[in-house]
Nanobody
Framework: QVQLVESGGGSVQAGGSLTLSCATTGFTYATYCLGWFRQTPGKEREGVAALDSEGQTTYADAVKGRFTISQDSVKNTIYLRMNSLKPEDTAMYYC???????????????????WGQGTQVTVSS
């Protein structure tokens, strides 16, 4: 059974930084796509970043240059480092994971099979 558990959310002032973590269990696939989504009440969920099993990353335009997705394979943990945070980054952030089938692309807006419960990030101006 695959489980994703996020942590690290909180409140921060604009310009500040946060690092989100996502501990994974039961996700043991050789080729995969990992990522982060976010959602604000009343808005559609938005893919933020993605990382594939080859180490390639993609980012939404809104976070390019400010956010970094990474993983620690030993700890089975996915990270999202968020710098220069803005009030518009306020959202519930979800960790996601899925298989990467041959011929498919790992990108932040794709469908993912597995989702965490989310961690809230609030950025004040």
């Amino acid at each position: 059974q695959v489980q994703l558990v996020e942590s690290g959310g909180g409140s921060v002032q604009a310009g500040g930084s946060l690092t989100l973590s996502c501990a994974t269990t039961g996700f043991t696939y050789a080729t995969y796509c990992l990522g982060w989504f976010r959602q604000t009440p009343g808005k559609e969920r938005e893919g933020v970043a993605a990382l594939d099993s080859e180490g390639q990353t993609t980012y939404a335009d809104a976070v390019k240059g400010r956010f970094t997705i990474s993983q620690d394979s030993v700890k089975n943990t996915i990270y999202l480092r968020m710098n220069s945070l803005k009030p518009e980054d306020t959202a519930m952030y979800y960790c996601v994971a899925g298989l990467l089938w041959t011929g498919t692309i790992c990108e932040e807006g794709r469908n993912f099979a597995f989702w965490g419960q989310g961690t809230q990030v609030t950025v004040s101006s």
